[in-house]
C-alpha cells in the first residue's frame, strides 16, 4: 500500500478518533501554538464517554475547558509548565482535584516518558499536511512528540493546514499513524505585548551585558521583547533557544540574526518550539534558517553548553536576599513550572564565556509588593537554587552573585530592589542578622 491510501485508510472524524482512547490513559498532546485544538475540543464535548483519562502537555495557549467541574472522574488534566491563560481556571482545577503539576525540568521530559515514570498511552498529535514522501512535520510544538509517539500504542494525529512545516529534527511518516483527522484550524496567535519604562530599562541593562556574536536564549513576554528591542544594534548573534518568538525573528529580519559565530549549528537558530503572532508562523514555515529539535537536546545543559558565549535571559517571580529564585508559584499558588529555566541557566554557566541572567520588575500588585525578599513567601518552591544563580536583574540595576557571601549577595540584592523597599529590606536583614547590609 503506497503511503496515500493508508493516510486515507486512517481518516476519521475528530469524535471517531477520541472515542480510541481507552479507560485510565495517560494521553500526551503538543503544548503551546502547537496543540490539536480541534482533538482537544472534541474531548471536552464528549467527555463523558472518558473514564478516569489524564491529558498531558507542557502549557496551552488558550486555556482548558478540562479543568470544568463536570470533567471530575472522567478528565484529569497535567501539565509541568501551565500558561498565563490558564492560571485561574488552572488553580480551581488543582483545588478540585481536576488538574495536577508534575514537577520536572523541560530536558527531562522525555526521559521520564521513555523511562516509564511518566508512561504514555496515546499520543495525541499536532502535524503539518504530509509532504510527497508522506512525512509530516511536528510543527510549532517539537519538544516531546517524537518520544510519546514512540512510547503509545495509539497515535492519533490532528493533520492542519494551516500548522507551518517546520525543518530540523522534526517529521513523522504516516505509516506511524493510527487515525488521523483532518482540519482547517488557524494557530493560536501570542501578540507582542507593551512594553513599560521597567521592562525598557531591564532590556537595556541586559542588553549591555551581550556582546556581537553572542548566542542568546531567552522567552515570550514583556522582558524578553525588551531584551531582543534592545538588542538591534548587535551584530551576528545567534540563538540555542527552548523557544522562538516574533521577537527572534525581527532580529533576523533586520540583520542581527545571523548565527555566523556559533559554534554549535552556525548560521542556525535553534529551538524546540515557537509562539507568536501569525507573520512568525508565516516566515518560519519551511524556513532553513530556523531548525528545531527534541527537547532532550536543545534543552540539554551539556548541549547548551557548546555554544560559546551563550546568553541565558529568564524571568523569575522573586528572590531572597540569599539569591534562592521563584518562578512557579506565589507562596502556594501555582503559576507556571520549572521549565527549562535551570536547563539554561546550568548550560550557560558551562558555556565558555557564558552568562546566565535572571530578570523581573522590582514590584508586583502595582508596586505594593517587593519581588526582592528577606526570605521567600511560605509555600514558594525554590525553582534555581542561590547556588546556581549568576546575575539578576531588575529595572534598578545589575546583582551579580557569583562567587559572592551571603552578606555581599544581600547587599547586592538591596541595592537592586525598589528603591521604596530598600530601607525595610536593610532593617529586616538587620533584625536576623544583627548586621547592617549596607554598612
Request: proline letters at 5%.
Amino acid at each position: 500500500m503506497n503511503w496515500q491510501d493508508d493516510y486515507a485508510s486512517k481518516l476519521k472524524t475528530a469524535e471517531e478518533a477520541i472515542a480510541l482512547i481507552p479507560p485510565h490513559a495517560r494521553v500526551a498532546m503538543p503544548d503551546g501554538a502547537g496543540e490539536p485544538r480541534v482533538l482537544i475540543e472534541a474531548v471536552c464535548r464528549n467527555y463523558r464517554q472518558f473514564e478516569d483519562v489524564r491529558f498531558f502537555q507542557a502549557s496551552s495557549t488558550n486555556g482548558l475547558d478540562m479543568f470544568q467541574p463536570e470533567m471530575a472522574g472522567h478528565i484529569r488534566y497535567e501539565t509541568f509548565i501551565g500558561s498565563p491563560g490558564m492560571k485561574s481556571a488552572f488553580w480551581e482545577g488543582l483545588l478540585n482535584g481536576r488538574a495536577d503539576v508534575v514537577p520536572t525540568y523541560f530536558s527531562t521530559v522525555e526521559r521520564d516518558i521513555r523511562g516509564g515514570h511518566y508512561p504514555i498511552d496515546v499520543a495525541m498529535l499536532s502535524l503539518s499536511r504530509p509532504d510527497k514522501h508522506g512525512w509530516c512535520s511536528f510543527g510549532l510544538s517539537v519538544d516531546y512528540q517524537r518520544t510519546a509517539a514512540n512510547a503509545a500504542t495509539l497515535v492519533i494525529a490532528q493533520v492542519n493546514d494551516k500548522m507551518p512545516r517546520t525543518l530540523g529534527e522534526c517529521f513523522i511518516h504516516v505509516s506511524e499513524l493510527d487515525a488521523i483527522v483532518e482540519v482547517s484550524d488557524p494557530i493560536a496567535v501570542s501578540p507582542m505585548p507593551p512594553i513599560g519604562p521597567a521592562e525598557e530599562a531591564i532590556g537595556e541593562y541586559i542588553a549591555s551585558m551581550v556582546n556581537d556574536g553572542d548566542t542568546i536564549q531567552a522567552g515570550i513576554g514583556k522582558i524578553p521583547n525588551a531584551v531582543m528591542k534592545a538588542l538591534m544594534g548587535k551584530k551576528d548573534l545567534g540563538v540555542h533557544s527552548e523557544l522562538f518568538t516574533t521577537s527572534m525573528m525581527d532580529l533576523a529580519e533586520a540583520g542581527v540574526l545571523t548565527g555566523r559565530r556559533k559554534t554549535l549549528h552556525p548560521n542556525v537558530s535553534v529551538a524546540t518550539f515557537a509562539q507568536g503572532t501569525s507573520e512568525l508562523y508565516d516566515w518560519i514555515d519551511d524556513n532553513p534558517s530556523v531548525q528545531f529539535f527534541p527537547v532532550e537536546y536543545v534543552n540539554n545543559p551539556y548541549v547548551i553548553a557548546k555554544n560559546d558565549n551563550l546568553v541565558s535571559v529568564n524571568s523569575c517571580v522573586e528572590v531572597d536576599l540569599f539569591g534562592q529564585v521563584a518562578a512557579e508559584t506565589i507562596g502556594f499558588k501555582q503559576l507556571s513550572g520549572a521549565g527549562g529555566q535551570v536547563d539554561f541557566v546550568r548550560g550557560a554557566t558551562m558555556s565558555r564565556g557564558g552568562r546566565s541572567i535572571l530578570a523581573m520588575t522590582s514590584t508586583a500588585g502595582g508596586g505594593k509588593i517587593s519581588r526582592v525578599k528577606l526570605f521567600l513567601d511560605a509555600g514558594t518552591p525554590v525553582t534555581t537554587p542561590r547556588d546556581e544563580v549568576q546575575y539578576i536583574v531588575t529595572e534598578y540595576g545589575i546583582a551579580d552573585l557569583r562567587g559572592k557571601s551571603n552578606f555581599d549577595r544581600a547587599r547586592a540584592l538591596i541595592k537592586i530592589a525598589h528603591p521604596d523597599f530598600r530601607d525595610q529590606l536593610r532593617e529586616e536583614y538587620q533584625r536576623v542578622y544583627r548586621i547592617d547590609p549596607l554598612a
